[in-house]
């Protein structure tokens, strides 16, 4: 395997493109997440982020088209992951991974999301598990603090506080 690549840090006004490429999500979430985010960057999104299909967020193939154009679209920083929930896994053979470790760009979000964080370490490319676009929208000032600083300061030392050994 190659050295391990960490996409370059976001900046305020860097685009970020949101997908859903798990199950479908609360609506008034997904608008305060977004609201929170686009007051830093500029977000792209497909309009079938609003689909359903049963207890996913749109048919596999809508789905892992919108995540492959965010994967390989100029100008994109970072993808950051509507909700967790199930169906990320249908869609992963469907994904540009060689371009993705090419180009290398965040992908952010957990629950599901975890396999999208496997296959791109598989790839060689860092990830950040942490909070998916609904998550920030009741994330308290430490939760998105933290996500900012996981993207914009990457290399940042981290403190750990408060911690038990058992």
Request: charged share 20%.
């Amino acid at each position: 395997m190659t050295a391990f690549a960490f996409p370059p840090p976001l900046r305020p006004g860097d685009r970020v493109a949101v997908v859903a490429p798990s199950s479908p999500f609360p609506r008034d979430e997904f608008a305060r997440g977004l609201a929170w985010l686009r007051d830093r960057y500029p977000l792209v999104a497909r309009q079938t982020i609003l689909h359903r299909s049963g207890f996913l967020a749109g048919d596999d193939a809508a789905r892992a088209l919108s995540l492959a154009e965010a994967m390989t679209a100029t100008g994109v920083k970072a993808i950051v992951c509507a909700r967790g929930g199930y169906g990320a896994m249908r869609i992963l053979d469907a994904l540009p991974w060689r371009e993705l470790a090419k180009s290398p760009r965040w992908i952010v979000g957990f629950s599901d999301v975890t396999a999208l964080h496997a296959m791109a370490t598989l790839h060689g490319v860092a990830s950040v598990h942490g909070p998916n676009v609904t998550g920030l929208a009741s994330g308290d000032v430490w939760t998105r603090a933290c996500f900012l600083r996981s993207l914009e300061r990457p290399a940042a030392p981290a403190e750990w506080t408060g911690l038990t050994v058992v």
